[in-house]
């Protein structure tokens, strides 16, 4: 039954888009999911989700050409406590808090176009992608704890012009903590894409990783020029370099690389409305058929 409604709600919005002639602004729901990963904390990530409203431009067909997120969706911030157990991994980190970590449209807008033609490997630019992320992120370590020795990152900033700087927009900063023995960072961030991106991280050993994500656009028919329409997937990524200089006892004076990925999956669902009405569709058609039957 769910996968007549989705065939059902696919064929009504085809024909609804092939009625209604050229590419116009419409607003299209969403089951969004905004995911972080640490590449220096082994396999830790966390995540959040909730369903929205995303203004999209689409053609007939169910094209997707440009979307943008007016709000995230409910409940969108990432607030955590997470220990870390594991000292080869952690090193001097002993638990990482994130307050208020959330993707945030009303700063920049967050507008991503063109979509069209993205594949993942080889994807079509995004020159629209500017969408930040507030939040911070403080790094607890052993020898200290939290209170007098975090290291408190922020993941951008905003110059008194407005500007952003940071993770999902682009360009570097530079932030120092106190009671930290003087540990510096330079947070190198990138906008948002639908192609790939990847960090590196020292590990341990002394050897360099590489932590690598992707981006894609596709329909429910498995191809990007049915992205707008329900079953329709469009996921983002972008990612933040960490260069930490003056840990002590750290043997690389150049510093130290870490990383982090963010990934906004985005899955247009049919709006109630529309499961409605293809809802009773369905059953009309299933009493049509027995009707047929009895015959």
């Given amino acids: ?55 999209v431009v689409r053609s007939p067909g169910g094209h997707l050409t ?69 939040g911070t992120i403080r790094l607890c370590l052993f020898h200290a704890g939290c209170n007098s020795g975090a290291i408190t990152q922020t993941l951008g900033q905003q110059t008194t012009g407005g500007a952003y700087t940071g993770v999902g927009v682009g360009g570097t900063f530079s932030l120092s903590s106190t009671g930290t023995g003087g540990i510096r960072m330079s ?12 960090v590196s991280n020292l590990t341990p050993g002394g050897s360099i990783t590489t932590l690598t994500a992707m981006g894609y656009a596709r329909g429910p028919l498995s191809n990007t020029s049915t992205t707008a329409l329900p079953g329709g997937v469009l996921q983002l990524v972008t ?37 409605l009405l293809l809802g009773s569709g369905a059953v009309g058609m299933t009493l049509l058929g027995r009707k047929r039957l009895k015959k």
Avoid at 5 to 34: D, F, M, V
Avoid at 244 to 257: A, F, L, M, N, V
């Fill in 1 to 55: 039954m769910r996968h007549l409604a989705r065939s059902l709600a696919i064929a009504t919005t085809l024909a609804l888009l092939a009625a209604g002639g050229a590419a116009r602004a419409e607003k299209l729901a969403y089951y969004g999911t905004h995911t972080l990963e640490f590449s220096n904390l082994g396999n830790l990530s966390v995540s959040v989700s909730g369903e929205g409203l995303a203004d």
């Fill in 66 to 134: 440009t979307l943008q997120l007016t709000q995230h969706f409910p409940g969108g911030r990432i607030n955590t406590v997470i220990p870390i157990t594991d000292p080869v991994v952690g090193g001097p980190i002993k638990t990482v808090n994130i307050t208020s970590l959330r993707i945030n449209p009303q700063v920049q807008g967050g507008i991503f176009a063109p979509i069209s033609g993205a594949t993942g490997t080889s994807p079509t630019p995004l020159s629209l992608a500017t969408m930040p992320l507030t």
């Fill in 239 to 275: 990612a933040s370099q960490v260069i930490t200089k003056g840990i002590p006892g750290s043997p690389y004076p150049d510093g130290e690389p870490s990383g982090r990925i963010h990934t906004l999956r985005l899955e247009f669902i049919p709006e109630p409305g529309l499961l």
């Fill in 187 to 198: 947070i190198y961030g990138a906008p948002w894409t639908v192609g790939t991106v990847s």
